[in-house]
């Protein structure tokens, strides 16, 4: 009888879906130097900086690699690759003079580097980031928010709001498009900032800046809605803001994890992984940043910085020569379907956020009446685009807000009469003037 039981159990678990694990792996690494920065383009391409003036490359996933620079008198603290060819690194100089900031470039993916120092006083960078070949953005302290318009040669002031904390010293700075960005930092024990831009990084305006007396250190930005910021410090330990009406509102959140994190990494948009340093553990979050789970490293390394190139493949590293790789494996024992086309669907509108025209795209799959209307925050309909019956097929709608206030707006779609259950799906759209 039991011997039947137990054949029962294991025959219902063929019956599901087995998933392998996912996971990080501590993998081969050229040096025992303190590691500070990675960019990845790819599952295979990737360079890492660190201490003495370090940079690695490898072409082959981590497998190998090949150190392509090396200075004792510098520490290149941020790395960024535009393209296979084109990259940037950072590279301060604290204990040689002149002291302060040198930006290297390549223009041969990292064979040969040319170093400008960034001539603006005992500055240091603490984030690079590039739009184009041309138009970047290096953030750091004392008062480092500056922009390059001709590829890294010359730097000059962004334009900040009049807040008392848009001075203090930016950590990270990222784009969602080619206008839409955030940066964040602070100073501990003081103020948390996060700036946003919607103008291509012209001017930038604090959006946070009471939330929190912890410094924040970097971001994810989901969409051009959803962004999470995370920090903290040894004392109160890891905090988060959380925007999900493009940066109109936040919400502060104390995780009641002891220490902070310097690095967010977002597999997919709702798989997400926080190294914490010195404390030899991750965050891990299944749901997009609501809820975190301490889980160790491999080996019980000190990972400080992670990135995910695409959602299979993720690499982190840190103090001692650390570098770490995500290894994901998916289903093992069953055939993925394959996902057909919805039958109905609501796209993002694009661009978003806009001013004052933005483009909303949706798919029925069979003849039916079809409303879609634009609501304000508060219930109150603003406009009906369609009202008709349609055929079968995708159909893209053209809004034009000139005229409203900025403000998040809602979107809906209804399709089906009342005399049947209707297919009815809303998403929220921002128009910033």
């Known amino acids: 009888m039991h011997k039947i039981i137990l054949f029962i159990f294991f025959l219902t678990l063929l019956n599901y879906k087995v998933l392998s694990q996912n996971f990080w792996e501590k993998i081969n690494s050229p040096t025992s130097k303190s590691l500070n920065s990675l960019s990845f383009l790819d599952s295979l391409n990737g360079w890492v900086t660190g201490d003495s003036g370090l940079i690695i490359h490898t072409s082959n996933g981590g497998l190998d690699w090949e150190t392509q620079y090396s200075n004792d008198s510098l520490n290149v603290v941020s790395v960024f690759f535009l393209n296979d060819e084109l990259g940037w690194a950072a590279a301060s100089s604290q204990f040689y003079a002149p002291y302060g900031t040198y930006i290297m470039k390549t223009t041969n993916g990292g064979i040969t580097w040319t170093s400008e120092f960034l001539r603006i006083g005992e500055a240091y960078v603490n984030s690079l980031y590039f739009l184009d070949s041309l138009i970047g953005f290096a953030v750091g302290y004392p008062q480092v928010f500056h922009r390059t318009t001709d590829g890294g040669l010359t730097w000059t002031p962004v334009q900040l709001d009049s807040s008392i904390a848009a001075s203090y010293p930016p950590y990270s700075i990222k784009f969602y498009s080619p206008q839409y960005g955030y940066a964040c930092g602070g100073v501990r024990d003081i103020k948390?900032?996060?700036?946003?831009?919607?103008?291509?990084?012209?001017?930038?305006?604090?959006?946070?800046?009471?939330?929190?007396?912890?410094?924040?250190?970097?971001?994810?930005?989901?969409?051009?809605?959803?962004?999470?910021?995370?920090?903290?410090?040894?004392?109160?330990?890891?905090?988060?803001?959380?925007?999900?009406?493009?940066?109109?509102?936040?919400?502060?959140?104390?995780?009641?994890?002891?220490?902070?994190?310097?690095?967010?990494?977002?597999?997919?948009?709702?798989?997400?992984?926080?190294?914490?340093?010195?404390?030899?553990?991750?965050?891990?979050?299944?749901?997009?940043?609501?809820?975190?789970?301490?889980?160790?490293?491999?080996?019980?390394?000190?990972?400080?910085?992670?990135?995910?190139?695409?959602?299979?493949?993720?690499?982190?590293?840190?103090?001692?020569?650390?570098?770490?790789?995500?290894?994901?494996?998916?289903?093992?024992?069953?055939?993925?379907?394959?996902?057909?086309?919805?039958?109905?669907?609501?796209?993002?509108?694009?661009?978003?956020?806009?001013?004052?025209?933005?483009?909303?795209?949706?798919?029925?799959?069979?003849?039916?009446?079809?409303?879609?209307?634009?609501?304000?925050?508060?219930?109150?309909?603003?406009?009906?685009?369609?009202?008709?019956?349609?055929?079968?097929?995708?159909?893209?709608?053209?809004?034009?807000?000139?005229?409203?206030?900025?403000?998040?707006?809602?979107?809906?779609?209804?399709?089906?009469?009342?005399?049947e259950q209707p297919f009815v799906t809303s998403k929220k759209m921002l128009i910033l003037k």
Request: one cysteine or more; a negative charge; proline letters at 5%.
């Open 192 to 419: 948390g900032v996060v700036w946003r831009t919607t103008n291509g990084g012209l001017s930038w305006k604090t959006v946070v800046d009471t939330l929190t007396f912890e410094t924040l250190f970097d971001l994810n930005i989901f969409d051009s809605l959803h962004v999470i910021v995370m920090g903290g410090d040894p004392e109160y330990g890891t905090s988060q803001v959380v925007t999900t009406d493009g940066g109109e509102t936040w919400e502060y959140t104390a995780l009641g994890v002891f220490y902070f994190p310097f690095s967010i990494g977002f597999r997919t948009d709702i798989e997400g992984w926080v190294p914490m340093g010195e404390q030899r553990k991750f965050l891990y979050t299944s749901n997009s940043g609501e809820n975190w789970t301490e889980v160790t490293t491999p080996d019980s390394t000190d990972v400080l910085r992670i990135c995910f190139p695409d959602s299979s493949h993720g690499f982190g590293i840190g103090r001692n020569g650390t570098i770490v790789k995500y290894i994901y494996r998916g289903p093992t024992n069953v055939v993925e379907e394959e996902e057909g086309i919805p039958d109905f669907y609501l796209l993002q509108n694009y661009p978003n956020p806009f001013n004052p025209t933005t483009n909303i795209i949706f798919r029925i799959s069979e003849l039916g009446l079809v409303t879609l209307k634009v609501y304000d925050v508060l219930g109150n309909e603003i406009s009906t685009l369609v009202n008709e019956e349609k055929s079968e097929g995708s159909y893209t709608v053209t809004f034009d807000a000139s005229g409203l206030p900025s403000g998040v707006y809602f979107y809906t779609l209804k399709v089906g009469n009342s005399k």
